[in-house]
């Protein structure tokens, strides 16, 4: 029970919760392949959480913040390398086009994300620029009507199954006057709807990743891609802020995805712990294994609720980037313990491959780095802490 679901909100999550039960088998198999099975998509697709954020005008269920989080957290306490890609392509890459895309570039792309023939995949990270995202070097020219498009991006989620890439990159302008104050460091980047299946995109190898290994994770290169004047998404100079609206949202997606792994290793572990007997009792009778769960358990509730506070304000139209950060960081960290203290009462088994609270903690950990690691969270609640 929380505070901030009504009925709708319940049932939806109820419905991919079943759902998610079916996953069990699939997943060892395809964590072992790094790859996802593509038949998901579909079955999400189905179930309408691949359109969930999608007003029902664009095709999609039209469905609230706070549903999308708890459905993400049923997905990832069933499937961590599957809720990230539901929630990159849902979250970020869907919530940008919804938000920022005219209506032509909604009815060509939209579907395309949500009817289950993939997932589509956002880039802002390069090699030299990742907690400093406005550092990116990646650059877009002017070709007539169109752009040339040249860059780097690194550690993409859903790579291989995207449909496009939502590329941030700089439009050099001419400089202004002199005397003129500098640009600004996010001076020119702008946001562009990449489809990667024209000349000039190559995806990179797979990462090899501690965990979520049936997520795809490639670098994208932009080699001089043209692409049309359609593919800029909302004005040039705007991408950073495009950007960092996109991250806000993606990172209630992220907390969600923190929940629902230490909500499921925390399960595992409690029923263990009473199955498992030492010293002549279930080890749950001992304090010093019961209070470890009691007190991860109180934690995975609290990031519960910071995540459905940030859902709710965005729902309700108010800022939540302040919210939306301290979710995503009490979250992450919160998986950590969370998981680790799982894998503490499972002792050697714990450690083994052939239960799932190692999984757990190896997906748990990406939590704290990507949509902006912990450091940055902690910068973005200083910073609207105490701005002026
Ligand atoms: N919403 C809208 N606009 C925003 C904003 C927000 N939340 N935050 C900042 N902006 C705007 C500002 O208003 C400012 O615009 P104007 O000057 O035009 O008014 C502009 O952006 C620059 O803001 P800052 O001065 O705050 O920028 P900064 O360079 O100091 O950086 C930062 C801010 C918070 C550190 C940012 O760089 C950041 O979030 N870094 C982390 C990057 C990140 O999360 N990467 C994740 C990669 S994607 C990923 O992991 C996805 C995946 O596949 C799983």
Not at 277 to 288: E, S, T
């Amino acid at each position: 029970m929380n505070p901030y679901a009504g009925g709708t909100e319940r049932e939806l999550a109820a419905a991919v919760a079943a759902w998610s039960e079916r996953l069990g088998p699939r997943i060892a198999a395809a964590e072992e392949a790094g790859k996802l099975p593509r038949e998901l998509f579909w079955e999400l697709a189905d179930l309408g959480v691949l359109g969930m954020t999608v007003p029902e005008r664009d095709g999609g269920l039209g469905a609230s913040t706070v549903a999308f989080a708890l459905v993400l957290e049923e997905l990832a306490a069933a499937w961590a390398s599957l809720a990230v890609g539901v929630s990159v392509n849902s979250g970020i890459v869907a919530g940008s086009l919804v938000r920022f895309g005219t209506l032509d570039q909604r009815a060509r792309w939209l579907p395309r994300l949500i009817d289950g023939s993939g997932l589509g995949a956002f880039g802002l990270t390069e090699p030299t620029s990742g907690s400093d995202a406005a550092s990116l070097r990646g650059t877009a020219r002017r070709d007539g009507d169109g752009w040339v498009l040249d860059g780097n991006k690194l550690f993409v989620t859903n790579a291989r199954y995207a449909p496009l890439l939502l590329a941030l990159l700089r439009v050099s302008s001419s400089g202004g006057p002199r005397g003129a104050e500098p640009p600004a460091r996010h001076a020119g980047i702008t946001a562009f709807i990449v489809p990667l299946d024209v000349a000039g995109v190559t995806i990179g190898k797979p990462e090899r990743k501690l965990g979520l290994l049936a997520s795809d994770t490639s670098a994208v290169t932009l080699d001089g891609v043209h692409v049309g004047a359609d593919a800029l998404l909302g004005e040039v100079g705007k991408g950073f802020s495009i950007a960092m609206a996109g991250l806000d949202a993606g990172r209630i997606g992220i907390a969600a995805q923190a929940i629902g792994v230490a909500r499921s290793a925390l399960a595992l572990a409690s029923a263990y712990a009473k199955e498992r007997r030492q010293f002549g009792r279930p080890i749950a009778d001992f304090q010093m294994v019961s209070f470890s769960i009691a007190r991860r358990r109180t934690e995975t509730d609290a990031a519960r609720l910071l995540a459905l506070r940030a859902a709710w304000l965005r729902d309700v139209g108010r800022p939540f980037t302040r919210e939306a950060s301290m979710a995503k960081l009490y979250a992450s960290e919160a998986a950590q313990r969370a998981t680790h203290a799982a894998i503490q009462v499972f002792g050697g088994y714990g450690y083994m491959r052939e239960y799932s609270v190692e999984r757990a903690a190896r997906d748990a950990r990406a939590t704290t780095i990507y949509e902006g690691t912990s450091e940055i969270q902690r910068l973005v609640i200083a910073r609207s802490l105490f701005a002026a």
